[in-house]
């Protein structure tokens, strides 16, 4: 029998995190680049006030614990005072994408029932377009200045007038860690979104767990840019372990083009940023026409798909340290950390690249396991293909009212289902092969899509590509490589396979070389290979072509 | 009615800390100066290893989840492995402190009823001379090589025999996150110790959340020195932060003088170093007879009392940066954190000292409170005196089978009572102006000691002093001033009033002034006024020698 311990046990708790930084961090807070077109300042200490006069604003409207309010908004001072003080009522902060479909946002907020909507202005015509689909009763709340809602056919309430007034204190309710706090959807490829649902706990945890994994990037007394949408799984629960360790965060708003960032960056001395790869491509442009890093940028965080070596080869030459975070919207979402281990800090760049590579290592309080085709766990010995499996703190448990898609995504012992193959070092540096559903089987064998990807990418002439499977008579499927150029040098398939050749198979390289000027993205701003798909349906494989 | 959310809720342990280390630190891991005169090496995967096999061991001996085994040892790998294999099995690792009184450590064997007590070689003779008086049944283990067991009275197992032949793999179990996992008596200045029973929970939220307050001093991939012992209070928790971080820690063993620290932290280039004021006092003194500091040697944690400014002052000049961290036995231990507000890291000298005198700022998690004399909360504006209160899942609910403690130490509301008098900064910034019980009460009003001391510190020719107070029938209690000296200039009763006055009223100023080759320390370090009290229980105050 053990023995139960004599220690407190406080309800760990989202709101005591900005009642900490409020304290510990005034001069701490943030800059964003406001839909009204300027730069807004403030400060954690005047977040929290405002967060409480928005508490009793929303307890007003009619908010009760456990209710869904949903926001449709860019990153910005308004967006992170919901987030604490809907969750701080003991409220769920829904945040919706607003890049999905219109059918997948309808889907969403009336499968969440939400009771409130806040919008961004410039979103407006988005729910004007949704607005006979709204679920019943839903409250609307325009983010802006009073006297600055812009015309629109809905009926909407405004912001700063649910503040106005109120107290600027709130006396927060206490309740179990395990309390609902927030809600994601997660953009699946297939069938409706479905619904990841944060607790107190995880949040709390999921913020510890990454800054004690974390920490050449977040560092107390600088400035992070979270490029990652709060509007996505928690801005990577940046909006958590930002105010913890006492950073500031400089909101870059809905402008993420190479230009807009550059400018906010140097402006405001920004440390850290985080976001995804495609992002960082266009500021990697910006930097290549000014000739200069943006002041103070010193660290690099990227997740969402992995990083091309070329890109990470690049921002190393510029002294700015790239680190990889792995992650999913059902973790969190941070599963990995970038940090190279101590032996290899010093080494020769090429040998950091190397090992920077890859999706980074197992963060503390995060388990990973391989299954083979067969159900067998497999080792982590670096070579061992599986598919990865997941437990811990910050995983979920199940979907939100979705039993179907629960049953499917976990295993007998509750280990979540990642659906990455992917091999596990002994160290725990996570190499993500690909996605199960990305794989190409071609007589009978695989081929990974993002190894081909990663490696045709540092092709000089190939600003960013994909690798799609197309169905082949004999071979079942074949892979043929979607590149957008960057010159007008426009590389042939033999200069492809000569590149391909020192680390692939014949078998293993693409049959065609196809150009695109863009590559469609998904709402969360990777790559849509289904869309890539659907548009690839009517192609005709070159052994067809004379047929 | 509020929504529990969907996420997985894994019972923190503490046994995942060693796994994740052994995993992604493989390099990293501990150098003990070894009880056999040498230094030993190991990784941590290796003492994951070895606190299996003891796991092994300890379960054939008969320990059950739930069981309290005792150790009595310096800082060494093998009480590392202590630590982890019987926290990891369910039960309970009880650390005694080898400098308590022979009635006191009887009592807290006793009142534990430990099943086993695990002895380094040096401390065999503590528990000879206590032999007729320990719990019934308990088993005792020589933490020493096969062979290498001294002559003794006592019979005893051997360490490594205990290990040897073991799987190097142990199935650690599953359990409640409240489940007790160490316990570390109180060395009260009154009354019999009090037991603190810490939980996994407790103990790995305590390690996230230092780790999140003291990111310059925990830096991965460098090596730190606990000169804080693993037999009190958990060595500041740094046998867990350190694992989660990537940090290697050097174990000085049993001699703290500066000169062996010196020479073992130079050579293994210790980063950051942790322990009590009375230690870093030697350390000071051997580097300036060298004329120089420690290689690599960059940061200080101090605790367990204040750090007079004049040694703050003293490696700052050095450039290495001076953190005080206050907390309790009954708070895990931190409650503070050292590092500086972003705005003043880069100011003057003397203005970051000024900042740093004083017990550090609030960490995330440890909730204050000030109490004043009529049970009404006080302001956090610096200046409101009063007792201060702590709430949090790093402090304890109520002391081990004493419920006349318990029931003394907290208020209505579960907050423990610190008994510390203290004012605290609108940003967390603590200031201890003393124990309440350390308080000297002259003609109705309060003299700080402390207040006293830190300035009389300054003085040149004074290495250590304290301020006790002694009756007097005007005044009820002076205050008298016991100095060490540091050179052949003792300084008068005139120098030092002249010292204090530009901070002290005249009724403040200590009456008498003291000569002692040596304070007396208690067993955690501190200098014991307890002793002090009672030496000077027949001193007679200068008003009434010549009566």
């Known amino acids: 029998m053990s023995t139960k311990g004599l220690m407190q046990n406080r309800p760990l708790r989202i709101i005591d995190i900005l ?8 001069e701490q807070g943030l800059v964003s680049s406001r839909e009204e077109g300027d ?22 409207m009619g908010i009760r614990p456990g209710d869904r309010v949903a926001t449709l908004a860019w990153n910005g001072y308004r967006h992170f005072e919901l987030y604490y003080a809907i969750s701080g009522l003991g409220a769920i902060c829904h945040t919706v994408n607003p890049r999905l479909s219109r059918e997948q946002m309808i889907y969403i907020l009336n499968h969440a029932g939400d009771s409130a909507l806040f919008i961004d202005q410039s979103l407006l015509p988005v729910v004007e377009s949704i607005s006979d689909d709204l679920p019943p009763g839903i409250k609307l709340v325009a983010m802006t200045d009073v006297g600055n809602v812009p015309a629109s056919s809905l009926e909407t309430d405004c912001y700063e007038k649910i503040l106005a007034g109120n107290s600027r204190h709130f006396d927060w309710p206490e309740f ?35 800054i004690a994994g974390h920490q050449q990037c977040l560092k107390s007394g600088t400035a992070a840019l979270p490029v990652v949408p709060l509007f996505h799984v928690n801005a990577w629960g940046m909006p958590y372990t930002a105010p913890i360790v006492g950073m500031s965060m400089v909101m870059p708003g809905r402008y993420l083009d190479g230009a807009s960032l550059f400018s906010l960056m140097d402006a405001e ?8 790869p495609t992002v960082w491509a266009g500021l990697l442009k910006e930097i290549q026409n000014r000739g200069r890093p943006p002041e103070g940028f010193t660290d690099l965080v990227v997740g969402g798909s992995a990083a091309p070596r070329s890109m990470i080869e690049a921002f190393e030459n510029m002294g700015i340290s790239v680190n990889q975070a792995w992650g999913m919207t059902e973790m969190s979402p941070i599963g990995t950390r970038g940090q190279l281990p101590a032996p290899l800090r010093n080494a020769p760049l090429q040998e950091r690249i190397d090992a920077k590579v890859g999706a980074g290592r197992r963060l503390f309080g995060v388990d990973f396991k391989l299954i083979g085709e067969n159900g067998e766990e497999l080792p982590h010995d670096g070579k061992a293909e599986g598919e990865l499996f997941v437990r811990g703190n910050t995983i979920v448990s199940g979907y939100y009212n979705n039993d179907k898609a629960t049953s499917a995504a976990f295993d007998d012992a509750g280990w979540f289902a990642t659906g990455d193959i992917a091999t596990l070092a002994r160290d725990g540096h996570l190499i993500i092969r690909d996605r199960s559903k990305d794989m190409i089987k071609s007589g009978g064998e695989w081929i990974s899509s993002i190894d081909i990807e990663n490696t045709a990418i540092s092709h000089p002439d ?41 680390h692939f198979a014949k078998w293993q390289m693409p ?18 290979k289904l869309t890539l798909r659907k548009k690839f349906a009517d192609y005709v494989h070159p052994d067809f072509r004379n047929a």
Chains 1, 2 share one sequence.
């Open 39 to 60: 730069i807004h300042r403030t400060t954690y200490p005047e977040s929290l006030a405002r967060a409480s006069q928005l508490a009793h604003g929303l307890v007003e």
């Open 462 to 502: 190939i600003a960013t590509c994909a690798v799609i499977a197309v169905p082949h008579p004999k071979w079942d499927e074949r892979p043929i490589l979607i590149a957008v150029p960057s010159s007008d040098n426009l590389p042939t398939l033999e200069d492809i396979h000569a590149l391909l050749s020192a």
């Open 269 to 276: 001395k920004v440390y850290s940023a985080w976001g995804v």
């Open 176 to 210: 179990a860690e395990e309390t609902a706090a927030g809600l994601c959807y997660t953009s699946g490829t297939t069938g409706n979104p479905k619904g990841a649902l944060y607790t107190h706990r995880s949040t709390v945890l999921h913020a510890l767990m990454t």
């Open 19 to 26: 009642m900490f930084a409020a304290e510990a961090f005034p």
């Open 511 to 528: 049959d065609d070389i196809v150009f695109m000027e863009d590559l469609p993205l998904t709402s969360t701003g990777k790559i849509s």
